[in-house]
């Protein structure tokens, strides 16, 4: 198959392995890395059209580490898949690599996609960016099918963002379902917190409109409201009175809202951008408020206009 392309997936864990899926479905070679590979990388990326990064954000540094001293064709598109923030810089993972290889096109891949659904072969969509159009259609070949329809879109911030930021919303969606404060609260709750992952985003340099599509309120609406999601579980299970170290001993996979919630309140405290919602979350994952006194504090706050920004 002329179009068949060679994907190497970094990152052998829920996401990379669905990813992984989608590809093969559709006739691609595709390798899956992680670290306890017997292969090594340098054999790997060898032949490689695509390098897909479904590590966690704690992984995102070594990874990018050790691909900097190989001999990579200059052809290679970076595909980036994670969902998170860089403790250290505040970077976003698609930041990090393209600061690591600017010559080489990045993409960032974001949208409503619980993996365990993509794995049951249920449809889903999602929202491939990237400032190199031509890279973000070549992606969307790779991974459009009929059970997976991939939109292209030209801000790799804003698309970014979206999947990383309301996994802090959806840390609060689960305590909101595990306090049973019903469907107002619910809809109030996601819909404030889209506001605010406009206003901080729009601020970082991404665009408004973005945030309103499948990256932003799309997977907001799916994290906020699924138990497959595990933000969603901290959330959920932080309501029902378990400390976050015994909910994170039993979780399975990573919930990258939790080190997001930290990046973020140092983000929003340095440039001065209120984020009322992720300071309660913050609060509660730092175990200085109850859930209960979480929701008090961001009921009682001083009445305003719904928009005055
Ligand atoms: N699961 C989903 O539904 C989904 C959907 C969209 C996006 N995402 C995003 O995709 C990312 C991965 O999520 P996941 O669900 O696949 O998490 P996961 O199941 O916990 O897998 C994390 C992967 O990252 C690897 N990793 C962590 N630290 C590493 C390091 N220092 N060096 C190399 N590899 C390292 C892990 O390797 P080991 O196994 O060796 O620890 C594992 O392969 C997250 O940012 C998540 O937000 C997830
Ligand atoms: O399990 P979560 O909370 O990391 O959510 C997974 C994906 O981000 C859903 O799009």
Not at 262 to 290: C, D, G
Request: contains cysteine.
């Amino acid at each position: 198959m002329t179009n068949s392309k060679s994907v190497v997936i970094l990152g052998a864990g829920a996401w990379g392995s669905a990813l992984a899926t989608l590809a093969k479905a559709n006739d691609h070679k595709v390798h899956i890395w992680s670290r306890r590979s017997s292969r090594t990388l340098e054999k790997l990326v060898e032949d490689a059209d695509i390098i897909v990064s479904a590590v966690s954000m704690k992984g995102v540094r070594d990874v990018v580490s050790q691909l900097q001293g190989l001999p990579l064709s200059p052809e290679i598109i970076f595909l980036t898949a994670t969902k998170g923030l860089d403790p250290q810089t505040t970077c976003t993972p698609s930041q990090i690599w393209q600061e690591a290889f600017p010559n080489h096109p990045v993409v960032v891949l974001s949208g409503p996609n619980l993996s365990q659904e993509i794995q049951q072969e249920l449809p889903a969509a999602t929202v491939v960016a990237s400032n190199v159009t031509s890279a973000a259609e070549v992606v969307q070949l790779v991974f459009s099918s009929n059970r997976f329809r991939v939109y292209t879109n030209a801000d790799p911030l804003g698309v970014e963002l979206g999947g990383t930021l309301k996994n802090v919303m959806a840390i609060a969606a689960g305590v909101c379902d595990g306090l049973q404060l019903g469907t107002n609260a619910k809809a109030a709750l996601l819909t404030r917190g889209l506001t605010e992952m406009v206003r901080i985003g729009v601020h970082w340099g991404a665009k408004q409109e973005t945030f309103y599509g499948l990256s932003g309120l799309g997977d907001l609406l799916a994290t906020g409201n699924s138990p497959l999601s595990r933000n969603y579980q901290v959330g959920y299970q932080l309501a029902c009175g378990k400390s976050l170290t015994e909910i994170l001993t039993h979780l399975q996979g990573t919930a990258e809202g939790i080190n997001t919630t930290k990046v973020l309140m140092l983000r929003s405290k340095q440039q001065n951008i209120s984020m009322p919602i992720t300071e309660q979350v913050y609060h509660l994952l730092q175990a200085e408020v109850t859930p209960r006194q979480a929701l008090l504090e961001l009921m009682l706050r001083d009445i305003k206009p719904e928009y005055n920004e």
